[in-house]
């Protein structure tokens, strides 16, 4: 299996006037070729953060990326310059955003938007770049495709924007898609419709998604490996059927066990969205985590060491990483703050 992208120990921090923020404090997971990876975790446990920093826009200052590494086919994203960024973002890796309005441009139509991805990235003439918008709609099950790409944004549903949006994605082919939340702010019929469309495009394309949610179900349903984040690290990781079968962490355990029903077709027959409610109290203060595990103050499970040192994330078998004491005494080790280490 040819790892597309590997992030190894990535840590976003932002630098107030006062404080720092560590948004993203120790990140590692891979991407195989053709897969879909789950980032899964509560909003503020810096899933999104870790997407901009793969896509390199980070706001800097107050934003930086201050260690680890993004390697992309091997090559470090992390230290790459920002006009080999511009190559790479929207061409070899493309992102669809929570709220595709934002993201589309109120003032050009919708085959316009394509269009002008087609012919900066692929080299297209107008007339082969309005062609190919028309298959795209088409692709993404958007019917009368020739005469949708003479609309503009607001002459369509949420439901057809964020189809718009993903067409756009696609349009350059990339070799990795990242869904930040593409359907929660979708109403429920519409979400199911789009996950739809995402798994008929990762089968027929082939292309490694990186998708980002805090829904389970789309979890269960949508992927094949899952990366588990808590107050920006990560703290499990497991190919889908393992990770539910075989949970090993206290916060994966959690989040199941606030997902009564699980598999294929579930999420749409159900249709209700379930947000870790059983886990009480909050994420901690991300300008000031706690000594020892981060997870700590909610575990049920914890014991005395829990509360004076971090766990490592450790390898129970080449694909399954934990971080937790119940399996290994192995303390994770503490690097000086904005050096680049690994
Ligand atoms: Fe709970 Fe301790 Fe494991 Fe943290 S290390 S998840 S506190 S048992
Ligand atoms: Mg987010």
Redesign the pocket.
């Known amino acids: 299996n040819e790892k597309i992208i590997e992030v190894k120990g990535l840590k976003t921090h932002f630098h107030l006037h006062d404080h720092t923020v560590r948004a993203v404090d120790g990140v590692d997971f891979y991407v195989n070729a053709g897969e879909t990876l789950g980032i899964v975790g509560e ?1 503020g446990c810096g ?2 953060i870790t997407s901009m920093s793969i896509m390199r826009l980070i706001q800097s200052p107050p934003g930086k990326i201050e260690g680890g590494e993004i390697l992309f086919h091997g090559e470090d994203l992390v230290t790459a310059t920002e006009e080999r960024m511009r190559k790479i973002r929207g061409n070899k890796i493309s992102m669809i955003f929570q709220e595709p309005m934002t993201s589309l441009n109120p003032v050009y139509t919708v085959g316009y938007q394509i269009s002008e991805v087609l012919m900066l990235h692929r080299k297209m003439t107008q007339d082969e770049a309005l062609k190919e918008s028309e298959r795209l709609l088409d692709l993404v099950g958007i019917s009368d495709p020739e005469e949708r790409v003479n609309e503009y944004p607001f002459q369509l549903s949420g439901g057809l924007r964020q189809r718009v949006m993903i067409a756009m994605a696609m349009a350059c082919q990339p070799e990795i898609l990242i869904a ?2 593409p359907t929660t702010a979708l109403d429920v019929t519409i979400q199911a419709q789009i996950l739809h469309l995402m798994k008929d495009l990762k089968e027929t394309q082939n292309t490694a998604t990186i998708f ?1 949610t805090h829904d389970l179900a789309v979890i269960a349903s949508f992927t094949d490996r899952v990366m588990v984040m808590y107050s920006g690290v990560c703290v499990e990781q497991a190919p889908v059927k393992e990770l539910f079968k075989n949970t090993k962490h206290p916060y994966t355990e959690g989040l199941l066990s606030s997902v009564p029903v699980l598999g294929e077709g579930k999420y749409e027959a159900d249709g209700k969205r379930r947000f870790l409610k059983t886990i009480e109290g909050s994420l901690p203060d991300q300008r000031n985590y706690p000594k020892g595990c981060r997870f700590a103050p909610r575990c049920k499970k914890a014991m005395a060491k829990c509360h004076e040192a971090e766990p490592a994330l450790i390898d129970l078998t080449d694909e399954h990483q934990v971080r937790c004491f119940l399996y290994s005494d192995e303390i994770q080790v503490k690097e000086e703050a904005g050096k680049n280490g690994k």
Do not use: G, V
């Open positions: 909003s899933k999104s930040d939340e980002i």
